[in-house]
């Protein structure tokens, strides 16, 4: 069956540390988006990706980074510099020309 | 930029009372999509409005698009404990670059 596995369900690092999250989709869709999801509240964009090897800032970028070296995936990396990094992360995917999007089952990050 | 209002943010009934969420807009949408998110899971998407004044509905949901397109709105009839979840309604921006804009979602609690 075709879908998207973010990896892993949860998460636990320490403070400082950079930390990366897999995101892979066997859908064949174009795009790619990473959210965050804090307790409460909806959802907000992090990283976005329409193609391959291009990808455009979210709302909330600060602190995170991303790649889209191949279709199927697109990872993202929490670095120290994220304040506040504790948090539901979402990964997305949509085929061009499909407005609607199919989401991963998330990772939970807890930075302690 | 574009953002959509949804009300109420909670919203807690009795098993077997109806429920109703609201997106609404400052500008004219192209359409609008609705999701919902079980407690601890991912968002699933519901179904997309595009027409003015479409009413689509799914056994006991009900999707309806103002006249205008700038609101929407998501009906439960006689509410069941499996309806227990947060409703996200969304949107795309006018600039239409593919990433869709969510309301801040209504957290649906129904007591058995």
């Known amino acids: 069956d075709g879908g998207i596995t973010q990896s892993p369900k949860y998460l636990f690092r320490k403070e400082g540390q950079n930390v990366t999250l897999s995101c892979e989709q066997n859908l064949n869709h174009d795009a790619m988006y990473w959210y965050r999801q804090d307790p409460g509240q909806g959802l907000r964009l992090i990283y976005y990706s329409q193609i391959v090897n291009d990808f455009q800032k979210g709302d909330i970028a600060e602190g995170y980074s991303v790649s889209r070296e191949k279709k199927e995936s697109f990872p993202l990396t929490v670095t120290s510099a994220q304040k506040n990094p504790t948090a539901f992360y979402l990964c997305a995917s949509s085929m061009a020309g499909q407005t609607s999007y199919t989401f991963g089952s998330g990772t939970r990050l807890t930075v302690v | 930029g574009q953002q959509v209002m949804q009300i109420p943010q909670y919203q807690h009934v009795q098993e077997g009372e109806d429920f109703t969420t609201y997106c609404n807009s400052s500008t004219t949408l192209s359409n609008i999509q609705w999701y919902k998110q079980r407690p601890g899971g991912h968002p699933v998407f519901l179904i997309q409005l595009v027409k003015s004044g479409e009413v689509k509905k799914q056994k006991r949901l009900t999707f309806q698009f103002g006249e205008a397109k700038k609101n929407s709105s998501l009906h439960i009839t006689a509410t069941q404990t499996t309806d227990v979840g947060t409703y996200f309604c969304?949107?795309?921006?006018?600039?239409?670059?593919?990433?869709?804009?969510f309301g801040q979602g209504t957290t649906l609690q129904v007591k058995p």
């Open positions: 969304a949107v795309l921006p006018s600039s239409n670059t593919g990433k869709l804009i």
